[in-house]
């Protein structure tokens, strides 16, 4: 989502390396083209207009939601919500899921860390995720 670039860049002036990819992450746009393959990426659509309010990205492999871009619309918190549930459904609820999130003070960004908390995400610990700060937020295992 572009809107989500902007709070990249915002961390990050040169974004090279969160787009192309380097030793240890691969580019970007070859990232989403694998998840669309493996029909591991899902996308919230306005049924009027056929726009895209958010996209989100999986790994059944590691558990955890790789990419989550939600639009700046009136829509947020609906489509937030039908990315999420429909992204928990996929994954292994008794084992824990993780999510990486921007790491930043930015309003949309604090709407998006409500979101994942009410889902019952909390944060883990900081990293870097190709060059840019993140937030490792964890959904403990379910013990039913």
Known sequence: MTEDH????ELVPDLVQWYEGNEKDMAFGDYMKAKIKQQEAFMAINKETKGCLGIIA?????NRIT??????TKYYKLAGDMLMSYALGQLNSR????????????????????????????????????????DKMIKKASTS
Do not use: C, D, W
Request: charged residues 20%; negative net charge.
């Open 6 to 9: 902007n709070y990249v860049k």
């Open 95 to 134: 084992i824990e899921i993780a999510i990486n999130l921007i790491k930043s003070n930015a309003e949309h960004i604090n709407y998006m860390r409500e979101l994942i908390k009410e889902y019952g995400f909390v944060k883990e610990q900081s990293a870097l995720e190709n060059g840019v700060p993140v």
């Open 67 to 72: 990419f989550l871009g939600i639009s700046h």
């Open 58 to 62: 999986l790994s059944h492999t590691y």
